[in-house]
């Protein structure tokens, strides 16, 4: 007899590759997981989980259903910047120069490189 968890599997490979669902039981007998698909690139949140729920509607009885937890949804790039420790993308430097920061004084935006007489004329 097949468990839940292989029902589940089964579900979600209709829709996404075997090697992109990670499945956790979690407490209470209740099952929850990732998926990791190319096809959630510029959907919204919501819109994943409409694609998953509907595969899981088409698939599994509301006994199953009733034992699913959460499942997160994330394109491979997202997957590797929230997972992958070794994703330094945007960590890299940047070539070039960095700009001076900027202050807030008296609701006049000045760069800290401004010298006094020059911040003063500014204010005015």
């Known amino acids: 007899m ?7 599997q089964k579900a979600l490979q209709k829709e996404f590759a075997h090697n992109g669902i ?15 698909s190319k096809s959630f690139e510029g959907l919204s949140g919501m819109e994943r989980q409409r694609t998953i729920w509907k595969l ?3 698939y599994l009885d509301e006994k199953d259903r009733a034992r699913l937890g959460v499942f997160l949804t994330f394109t491979p790039l997202e997957k590797k910047m929230t997972f992958d ?31 006094k007489s020059r911040q003063t004329a500014t204010a005015r």
Do not use: C
Request: hydrophobic share 40%.
């Open 2 to 8: 097949e468990t839940i968890m292989t029902r589940v």
């Open 22 to 36: 990670t499945l956790k039981p979690v407490s209470g007998g209740m099952i929850a997981g990732w998926i990791i």
């Open 56 to 58: 899981f509607e088409a």
């Open 85 to 115: 420790d070794d994703f330094d993308d945007f960590a890299t430097p940047s070539k070039r120069a960095k700009k001076p920061m900027a202050t807030r004084n008296n609701g006049v935006m000045r760069r800290k490189t401004m010298s």
